[in-house]
């Protein structure tokens, strides 16, 4: 594995940590986003990662001053990619956008660039062509903050070339991740295949009015011994999340639960801007949630 520098496309929700990430260990990171005042947004996201990375990984300010050094960022695609080992996508989880994106970047991106891509539910195999590159290419799932939560899947595609797939998954060590390598792809990897049916059912509960929101973490909670119920996973998974995917999902099979979902989520969450953690409210408000009181399950 011969990576110095690594293009991080997409400074949303994961894109930032994963080049802040990137950074702190080391290597050179671009980020690039598609105009200068989203990049701007995730400077400011930057000045608070120095924070949590000195509170949860007792990271030095010199660490820190390093990892500020190995970062610069750009609205320009070609100039973004032009060094790069490696590249990260991180835009939407849409696949229209991921494939404009993709038909992009392979226009400007050098021979020698691998590119990944972050995406959570959709599998490489459905973007392999449109990235020029398909032997070159696989996908590389992290989870939310990812500086305590370091997982990181490596998942290729039918013609991914072993060497690329060995090469990411040393990456993904060096970046201080626990690589978990997938034999074949599978649609949402190991940790999505666990927890969308999770998160799938408690929002069918409460969409369903079974029960209300804080019942069913508690129940989830108390039951099996979870420090979080689903809503509060929700919440930093983001909730625009899912309800992109369960918009995508109404596309396909235009199910009547899913429908209701959709309709639900856009209502109460999506169109008033609480979409999670990351707005300071969600299911939850934050920075205190209400399953982190002491008599919460009292």
Same mark, same amino acid.
């Given at each position: ?5 690594? !293009? ?13 990430? !990137? ?15 989203? +990049?701007?947004?995730?400077? *400011? ?16 300010? /010199? ?64 973007? *392999? ?33 072993? /060497? ?13 991740? +626990? ?54 996973? +929700? ?5 625009? !999340? *899912? ?7 109404? /596309? ?12 639900? +989520? ?33």
């Amino acid at each position: 594995m011969n990576y110095k520098n690594v !293009t991080v496309a997409g400074s949303g929700v994961l894109g930032y940590q994963i080049a802040f990430q !990137t950074a702190f260990h080391g290597f050179n990171v671009t980020v690039y986003d598609i105009n200068d005042a989203v +990049l701007e947004k995730a400077k *400011a996201k930057f000045d608070t990662m120095c924070d949590v990375f000195k509170r949860d990984l007792n990271a030095t300010q /010199e660490q820190l001053d390093v990892t500020r050094q190995n970062l610069s960022y750009t609205s320009d695609l070609a100039e973004a990619v032009k060094a790069a080992d490696l590249l990260i996508e991180a835009v939407p989880e849409n696949p229209k956008i991921k494939i404009e994106f993709y038909h992009k970047l392979a226009k400007v991106a050098p021979k020698k660039t691998v590119f990944v891509t972050n995406s959570s539910t959709l599998l490489p195999s459905q973007f *392999a062509e449109a990235t020029g590159r398909p032997t070159q290419f696989l996908a590389l799932h992290f989870a939310n903050n990812i500086w305590v939560h370091n997982t990181a899947e490596i998942m290729g595609h039918a013609t991914t070339d072993p /060497e690329n797939f060995k090469d990411v998954v040393a990456f993904a060590k060096a970046i201080g991740m +626990l690589a978990l390598p997938l034999h074949k792809e599978q649609p949402g990897y190991i940790l999505n295949s666990l927890l969308v049916p999770l998160l799938t059912a408690a929002t069918n509960l409460l969409v369903n009015e079974v029960a209300d929101v804080q019942t069913i973490d508690k129940t989830w909670i108390k039951a099996t011994g979870a420090p979080v119920g689903p809503f509060g996973i +929700l919440d930093v998974v983001g909730i625009t !999340t *899912a309800y992109n995917i369960n918009k995508i999902a109404v /596309e396909k099979t235009n199910d009547p639960l899913k429908i209701k979902t959709v309709k639900y +989520l856009k209502e109460h969450f999506i169109d008033k801007n609480k979409l999670g953690v990351a707005t300071g409210e969600g299911f939850y408000k934050y920075p205190n949630p209400a399953f982190m009181e002491p008599d919460f399950l009292k």
